[in-house]
């Protein structure tokens, strides 16, 4: 059983707004019987641009009924401006959240406010006019609506895009697709500026306690498994001495043990401009 | 508020005779059936004589009953124990309307290199017993046909469906779960090598089921561990749900054809009476060889989930095969393996009865649907003759 809020239950067992505006100004539908849910948006604006009636009319969950209801008391008293900048994310907010596989409910809301409004700017919109090219043929997700959910919700994984789009729930064959779309989307959007953290130098005993400390708890171990062992010679600064002893002595790919075991290693660990070099004895 | 339980197919309440039998083995009569003490010992005893009263149910031997943890594992462990001992085989055939204890089983094991091949079935969910035949090979390791289906509670034949599969020299498992306690069964004259059955569905408690493996039919165990149940299930036995189980197995069995009369009865009272009243409906299932209890019906331009919770807040308890309701995005595997239209799929009640069903519950239900429907189909977008977005999706089967 779902987990609805009591907001979710209150406005789908007594939606407001329920029921169609029939001189409505605009006018957006999205979704289809076949798919399991759909949504027709119906607006009344005044002359100077405010939304004065919102009705709807909802075949879906209990969770689609919910956002609609909630979408159209959203909107009224609204300027179109204003509408213009509700998202899928105001709507779930508006009912104290929604289940995340439900979110696709609140995108619904979304798309069909969206489609309202550019009926009312006198573009041609049909429901089955889509705009971008379709990814999931199941439930006739376009990548433009995809990578609008990616961005505006920070999507991370198809999973995710499927809860907000539905994209990907059916046959799973466009998964591929998504995660290029997923790892396109994402690297377009503008990172956060990471801050460096301010560390305070290490001093010479603080690094050459925590190279020993590395050295015998995890570098000797995997050594061990080989039948193999490293003694630390010197540490001086930031040069760090080591040699071989067992199966590593006198091997000859010794060289890349040094390099990419034991100077890998004490860069991650310690400091990115430590060099290792091997003196044999 | 008064709940009216029509969900029987996901789980029964525990008869009342069913929980006082067991309740000793929770308190005073603790000990492990293994001990060597008389303390554990006369648990022994008890589990002996619910396997006996199993075995008298099923008209079986007691040796082939093993004691499971309900019908998945039941399923699981005949469908593995059939194909380790036929490691050369690698073709296994089920249906596309089994339940997931197989169908995912099957899928799991194409992906280890078998061969799975699973029959359709017709609009009304038959299936056809040429296209079993023709789908038989050399190399067939196992054929796994349900008794009766879950979502629609049509009965396959599988008495004859094991026959042919038998004289070709396969094994034949069947999953029961739905079938046991509804209708007389005997494993006597009934060809199979397996069958699973679970205790939840006839009034004994959830986590305990029995696999009937016949005598000479290959068997591992699946569990490993302990020599309980013969060595051929491990684990210190459910003792108390063990004797529930057998409790039940024999209540189930008694006035078993005055029981199905009386549920048929209450079944197609509900069902006429929901045609009759509420337009663009739709019975889903095989009308001539149905359970008694079981009735799937969709009612079209409504969506399941809603149809639930609406009935929800007035107690009534029942499940849909809608894709809202599935945890994922896909709607009834069974339903659309029948080609029931999607827009009929949403769409989708069942309602199931049990012993404790009355007529005034039906008639509750009656009384309620047909307003919370239109009250539904007010708010829809659609309606007859505005059905726009008619494409069907694709889904995985």
Known sequence: MWEYTDKVKEYFLNPKNAGEISDADAVGEVGSLACGDALKLFLKVDE????????????????????SSVLTEMLKGKTVEEANKITNKDIARELGGLPKEKMH???????????????????????????????????GVTDRQIKRAIKENDLSSIED???YTKAGGGCADCHEQLQKL????????PKPV???PKVKPMTNIQRMQLVTKVVDEEIRPSLHKDGGDIELVDIEGLKVL?????????CPSSHLTVKEVVEKKLRERVDARIQVEEVRQ | MKITYMDNNATTRVAPEVMEEMSPFMDTLYGNPSSMHSFGGQVQKSISQARERVASALDCSPEEIIFTSGGTEGDNAAIFAAINAQPDKRHIVTTRVEHPAVLNTAKYLETRGYEVTYLPV?????????QLRDSLRQDTALVSVMYANNETGNIYPVQEMARIVKERGILFHTDAVQAIGKFNLSLNSLPVDYLAMSGHKIHAPKGVGALFVRKKAPFRPFIMGGHQENGRRAGTENSAGIIGLGRAMEMASQNIDQENARLAGLRDRLEQGLINSVKNTRINGNPDARLSNTSNISFKYVEGESLLLMMDVLGICASSGSACTSGSLEPSSVLRAMGVPFTYVHGSVRFSLSRYTTEEEVDLVLDNLPGIISRLRDISPFCEGREPGTVSPKYEN
Not at chain 1, 182 to 188: I, M, P, S
Not at chain 1, 242 to 250: H, I, L, Q
Not at chain 2, 122 to 130: N, P, S, V
């Open chain 1, 48 to 67: 100077s641009g405010v939304i004065q009636d919102a009705k709807f009319q909802t075949f879906g969950c209990a969770s689609a009924i919910a956002s």
């Open chain 1, 105 to 139: 409910c609140s995108v619904m809301g979304q798309q069909a406010l969206e489609a309202a409004l550019k009926n009312l700017r006198g573009e041609k919109v049909a429901a089955e006019d889509l705009e971008g090219e379709v990814v999931c043929e199941c439930f």
């Open chain 1, 194 to 196: 990471q801050l460096a």
């Open chain 2, 122 to 130: 017709d609009d009304t969910g038959r299936l056809d017993i040429d």
């Open chain 1, 242 to 250: 080591v040699s071989f002893r067992g199966a590593c002595a006198g």
């Open chain 1, 182 to 189: 997923l790892e396109r989307t994402r690297a377009e959007q």
């Open chain 1, 161 to 163: 895009v499927t809860h």
